[in-house]
């Protein structure tokens, strides 16, 4: 399997919908309802890129998964601190692109100078079919540690669900605190596209 990460374009939005809909529809992992299309995800690549990197995992021509950044709660001094959201094609889950996306992910915001990740994950009472402990499992194995559970926050598909925050240290909270720069005023030299 030759894989590449790389930067998200606008003319993946149509795959990035396919694949966050199959988790709206089938599962809980997240709690929207409803499917969003590939103008709303347009719309979303545009306004992470803004300021926060946003990347792709490709198989040959297909796209596999995807992870983005964007702000933490969104007061200004939480700003050193970042949200990531991660979402793989459920045909190549264990495969180690989740890690893959979240590594370059990391690398991009410690660039940045973002010091703290989080994210925002549903955790059931019993796995199932809907929603399994595997967000949390593959999150422990990235370095995140539990730092905050809300109890039976989100209904979905007829059951109640938690929800719980992971952070993560990326950068050294003990140097000068120096402004956060926006991922496209760093990227071109750190990772320049192949």
């Known amino acids: 399997m030759e894989l590449q990460i790389r930067q998200v374009r606008e003319s993946d939005a149509a795959a990035l919908s396919l694949i966050y809909g199959h988790y709206v529809r089938e599962t809980a992992v997240t709690f929207d309802e409803r499917e969003f299309g590939t103008s709303w995800f347009l719309e979303k690549i545009r306004k992470v890129q803004q300021f926060y990197p946003f990347f792709v995992a490709q198989s040959g021509d297909t796209i596999v998964g995807y992870a983005y950044a964007g702000p933490f709660v969104g007061r200004d001094a939480y700003r050193w601190s ?5 979402y793989l094609h459920p045909d190549w889950i264990h495969k180690e692109i989740g890690t893959s996306l979240y ?3 990391e690398d991009a915001l410690e660039l940045m100078g973002i010091r703290t990740a989080y994210a925002c994950i549903a955790v059931p009472d019993e796995e199932d079919a809907i ?3 595997a967000s949390r499992r593959f999150h422990l194995h990235n370095g995140f540690q539990a730092v905050g ?3 039976r926050c989100a209904y979905k598909f007829g059951r109640w669900y938690h929800m719980a925050w992971m952070g ?3 950068g050294d909270w003990e140097r ?3 402004e956060v720069r926006p991922y496209a005023s760093v990227s071109a030299l750190q990772f320049p596209e192949k």
Do not use: V, Y
């Open 168 to 170: 993560k240290r990326i």
């Open 176 to 178: 000068p605190m120096e």
């Open 82 to 86: 970042a949200e990531l959201t991660i």
């Open 149 to 151: 559970f809300f109890s």
């Open 103 to 105: 590594r370059k992910l």
């Open 131 to 133: 929603l399994t402990d």
